[in-house]
């Protein structure tokens, strides 16, 4: 015992030692203490499945009272919960996030926690926000009534009528309350104080805005005495007979009861809790989401149920539904919205997920918590396969090594694993979902296992997924994130490294292989879709993905010179924040679809066209589990550059599920083409459309395609036959006008050239500014080549000589070295001018001088291309080539072959952070509407970019405004490119997409006219 405490001190001459009395000086040292409990919430009812039922019901949204205090040592201690005194109170829509309506801010944090790590402490600056409302309450809801919150982010404490009901705990999980003796006929007050943060923060680290709230619904709904609590559908499928076998287990109070269960469709009405076989049902999958309306009655209530019938399976390493192996082509989604930030409008919701079955996805991870529960019942009609997630992320305790992670925590068990129950029992009656999953990126230990074990015996029917342990114990698929292609075709080879458990080990190889999150959709991006693809369709073990996500999070905000654009983490002031890395999606905040999504759809298309020269036929390759393809109409079109010349329909007999066949096209296909001009390019498109209108697309809607391409005949370039004038301080060739000082052009055409020359940069995407997984340079492909001094080359003129032509005519040789301060490697630059009636030539050698080594690792370029600055404003590009949206040589699968023409700004790609972007790949020719004129571009395959701003003012943006037109044409004719790839999280760009230093040889022909 320390010497200078009483009892020490007691026996040297001092006053015997006293029991020391204190008056606590804390009022709220108990509210406290309560956001501190590890405890799951208190007082509200065991968790139950989410019904439509007939009972009485009453939805309390709508215009609340609202407080916000700064934190829980400072909110009010008065009677406010009985609404006495409402002074400071302002009104606030209910469901919202209350940063989204003025108070207070959002804040953004990827992995990091914005407070310091003492858990379970919730720090002092902590938003509390009070809510209130009153409502009248009939005689319908008398005796018994429920009070139901489907989400209450992090922390709630709820009143009614003054009289404390419970807390809630887990901000995506419903927690329902009885009021019965407290709620009273007529007008009833509800209070709930939330709390932005809690000892749950520390369990809900997810990867998005920290928006508190009352988010999701607030509802009243009355309890017949004869009522039903749960329902509990079992429907499988056994493939082998066509049967289905149903079994509903219907309970009060945790108790089973007697219930009648009817199918009318089916002819079936059987008692609760008996197992009925029911032949010749149609089983739901993804693909053909065969729904029966059903319904189960007590003399009390009755609740209505849509039963799909369907079976899952682990066999032979493989994932199997209905007997069959599936292909998960999905995504991971939040909920969000730019304005409402938690809150998603029913309408939006539904319009995303039509909009993903418009792209081909069928698959959904919900990440990293359960969603609306109203989500569940249109993914069930739609068609997607859900992976559903516990609202559980603990990721920010990696940084310091796990330690006192709550997922190994026994004081934290029951509170995760009444969170995998909610989530468990809300959903269970949704054939959509085809897997629990514990959460996310939350380390491993045995409350994890518990989890899962709980899980597995409540619901034996759908296997556990969990990636954070890539041993798998207590798992049944093997999950992982951002796994290369390579690492990814051994494990579905089943050779990937043994584990050093050799049990474990057998256990995992037995286990079909999932990608949770990959390719990583941040920016212009994501590269390398094809390759993984390829892999899914050839080892069975994998059972394809989720794309990283579908969703930027985006909240839009004033632009300082009017309109409004997208803000991302620190835009808000935050003390911690991730900056952009919220904003990652196949569609932005608004749902507007980004080229990643276009090439997504193509990637993943359910039906492989491929057409064959002489244009006679097409193989049709049916990539779809269980429905063959009586659902589409086969459409053909053939296209030269004066438009539509032929198109039509042909017939195709249904083609079974993983079938092939070779179909004939009608013989004035290949004697159309044979009918346009020998030199004429040609395009024939193949098209699978809906035959008929679906809850998701019209009939019409195109779902796959292929083409056939015969390119127009190649010219022969520019025959030298002018010569070149000199004058004093120009010279003249053609229609260009060069300065004798630098070799450069200052007009062509008439148009005047600001600048030109070889360029070897791009502005860096988002992969560019994250570090590639498995790199041996950790430093940023974007730090490489600023350190390298990509974006800072300088030109040497080193010569410029006229040389004679056999045409009769000459070359005007430009020979220069570019190169960077303080760098011994740079590139000879040789640009060969010819010059024919209006037409130039510019032919373009490139050689590497020097060891392109940089702090010890071999650079990379970007690109190898031309920049071409004009003095005057572009307003719109035409051209044959890829399109109509950008490519680059990892992406662009979307993009087909064909004559495109589009204004100056939709050629720009709106990312969130402004980056390199753009590019039109494939070109052969184009035309650019500038100064009044127009410019003609032509020759081999290029990638053309047109932008009215610099590479330099898009490196220095942070936001869409910072981009301001110049008034000038940045047009770039790329010979060769660098692929984009996934670094912004996960691999980087594929060998064969990488660009590193090599010599080059290309031609490009320009020409002006008006």
């Not at 009972?55 to 400072?74: K, M």
């Not at 005689?139 to 003054?162: C, K, M, Q, Y």
């Not at 909610?422 to 996310?440: A, C, F, Q, Y």
């Not at 290949?670 to 020998?678: D, I, K, M, P, Y």
Request: hydrophobic share 40%; with cysteine.
């Amino acid at each position: 015992m320390p010497a200078h405490t009483p009892a020490a001190t007691a026996g040297h001459g001092s006053a015997p030692a006293t029991k020391p009395s204190y008056r606590r000086l804390d009022p709220a040292a108990a509210d406290v203490a309560e956001l501190a409990s590890l405890g799951p919430g208190r007082g509200s009812l065991p968790a139950r499945a989410y019904l439509e039922s007939d009972a009485p019901r009453l939805p309390l949204n709508g215009e609340w009272q609202f407080r916000l205090s700064p934190g829980i040592r400072t909110a009010p201690h008065d009677d406010w919960q009985q609404g006495n005194d409402l002074s400071g109170f302002t009104l606030l829509p209910v469901p919202s996030s209350w940063n989204m309506h003025g108070h207070g801010s959002p804040a953004y944090t990827n992995v990091q926690f914005p407070f310091p790590v003492e858990p379970p402490y919730a720090p002092d600056a902590n938003p509390i926000g009070d809510h209130l409302v009153t409502f009248e309450a009939g005689p319908e809801f008398f005796p018994h009534a429920v009070l139901r919150f489907d989400g209450i982010d992090s922390a709630g404490t709820v009143w009614l009528n003054g009289v404390e009901l419970g807390t809630t705990r887990g901000s995506r999980l419903a927690h329902e309350f009885d009021v019965s003796g407290i709620l009273v006929e007529g007008a009833n007050t509800l209070a709930v104080r939330v709390a932005q943060f809690s000892a749950a923060s520390y369990v809900e680290d997810q990867d998005m805005w920290w928006l508190p709230g009352i988010f999701r619904d607030v509802t009243l709904q009355a309890r017949p005495v004869d009522g039903i609590d749960d329902v509990f559908v079992h429907a499988g499928y056994e493939p082998g007979t066509g049967e289905g076998t149903l079994r509903v287990e219907v309970s009060r109070a945790g108790r089973a009861i007697d219930a009648v269960v009817r199918i009318p469709e089916l002819g079936q009405e059987l008692p609760a809790g008996a197992e009925q076989r029911v032949p010749g049902v149609q089983p739901w999958s993804a693909e053909v989401p065969r729904l029966y309306g059903a319904t189960v009655s007590t003399p009390g209530e009755t609740v209505a149920l849509q039963v799909g019938f369907r079976s899952i399976v682990i066999e032979d390493a493989q994932f199997k539904v209905n007997g069959r192996r599936i292909l998960l082509r999905g995504v991971n989604r939040h909920e969000h919205h730019p304005r409402l930030g938690r809150v998603v409008p029913r309408d939006v919701v539904e319009a995303e997920l039509r909009l993903m079955k418009q792209h081909n996805i069928n698959a959904i991870r919900t990440s990293h918590y359960p969603p609306h529960p109203e989500f569940l019942a249109l993914a069930d009609q739609l068609g997607f396969y859900v992976v559903l997630e516990c609202d559980l992320e603990t990721h920010g305790f990696h940084s310091a090594g796990w330690a006192q992670n709550p997922s190994d925590d026994p004081q934290w068990e029951e509170a995760l694993l009444d969170r995998m129950q909610r989530t468990l029992e809300r959903d269970k009656n949704h054939p959509s979902v085809i897997m629990w999953s514990l959460g996310n990126e939350a380390g491993t230990g045995r409350n994890l296992a518990a989890m899962s074990r709980w899980a597995k015996d409540r619901d034996p029917s759908r296997p556990i997924h969990y990636e954070g342990d890539w041993s798998s114990p207590y798992v049944d698929v093997y999950s992982r994130m951002y796994a290369s292609q390579a690492e990814t075709a051994l494990i579905g080879q089943g050779i990937e490294p043994a584990l050093e458990d050799a049990e474990l080990d057998a256990r995992r190889r037995a286990m079909p292989f999932v990608l949770c999150e990959y390719v990583h959709a941040m920016g212009n991006g994501p590269g390398g879709m094809t390759e993984y693809q390829d892999l899914f369709d050839t080892y069975p073990r994998l059972m394809g993905g989720f794309v990283w996500e579908w969703l930027e999070h985006g909240i839009l905000v004033p632009s300082p010179g009017g309109g409004e654009h997208f803000a991302y983490g620190g835009d808000f002031g935050e003390e911690v924040h991730d900056g952009n890395f919220v904003t990652d999606g196949l569609v932005d905040a608004n749902r507007k679809p980004r080229p990643g999504l276009l090439d997504f759809k193509k990637v993943i298309e359910p039906l492989g066209i491929d057409v064959s020269s002489p244009w006679a036929r097409f193989t049709l390759r049916n990539r779809q589990d269980f429905a063959d393809t009586s659902a589409y109409r086969f459409e053909y079109k053939v296209e030269d550059d004066g438009g539509t010349r032929l198109e039509g329909t042909v017939a195709v007999a249904p083609l079974a599920a993983q079938s092939t066949a070779v179909v004939e096209l009608p013989a004035e296909v290949a004697a159309c083409v044979a009918g346009l001009a020998q030199d004429a390019g040609a395009v024939l498109t193949v098209s699978a459309v809906l035959a008929a209108d679906t809850g998701w697309a019209a009939a019409g809607h195109e779902v796959a395609w292929g083409q056939a391409v015969r390119l127009a005949s190649p010219g022969t370039g520019v025959q030298a036959r002018d010569l070149v004038e000199a004058g004093q301080d120009e010279l003249q060739l053609g229609t260009a006008v060069f300065n004798r000082a630098t070799g450069m052009p200052t007009s062509i055409g008439g148009l005047p050239v600001e600048k030109f020359g070889l360029v070897l940069w791009w502005p860096p995407t988002d992969n560019d500014l994250g570090r590639e997984w498995g790199s041996p340079d950790e430093r940023p492909l974007a730090t490489q080549w600023k350190d390298a001094g990509l974006d800072r080359l300088r030109t040497r003129l080193l010569g410029i000589r006229a040389e004679s032509s056999p045409d009769g005519g000459e070359y005007l040789r430009v020979s220069t070295r570019m190169g960077a301060a303080d760098k011994q490697f740079g590139v000879l630059v040789d640009y060969l001018w010819t010059a024919s009636s209006d037409s130039l030539g510019l032919r373009t050698q490139v050689r590497p001088v020097g060891d392109w080594v940089n702090a010890g690792f071999e650079v990379e370029w970007a690109r190898i291309g031309l920049e071409l600055v004009l003095g005057s404003r572009t307003t719109g590009v035409r051209w044959f080539g890829q399109g109509p949206h950008q490519g680059y040589p990892d992406t662009g699968q979307g993009a087909r072959t064909g004559w495109f023409e589009l204004p100056l700004a939709a050629l720009d790609v709106e990312y969130v952070r402004p980056q390199e972007s753009g590019a039109r790949s494939g070109v052969r020719s184009a035309v650019l509407h500038a100064g009044g004129r127009e410019l003609h571009l032509s020759g081999e395959p290029f990638a053309l970019t047109v932008r009215p701003y610099s590479m330099q003012a898009l490196d220095a943006a942070n936001h869409r405004p910072d981009l301001v037109p110049d008034g000038r044409s940045y047009i770039y004719v790329d010979h060769l490119m660098r692929g984009v790839g996934t670094a912004a999280c996960g691999p980087g760009v594929l060998e064969p997409y990488r660009l590193k230093p090599r010599q080059a040889d290309f031609e490009v022909v320009l020409k002006v006219l008006g």
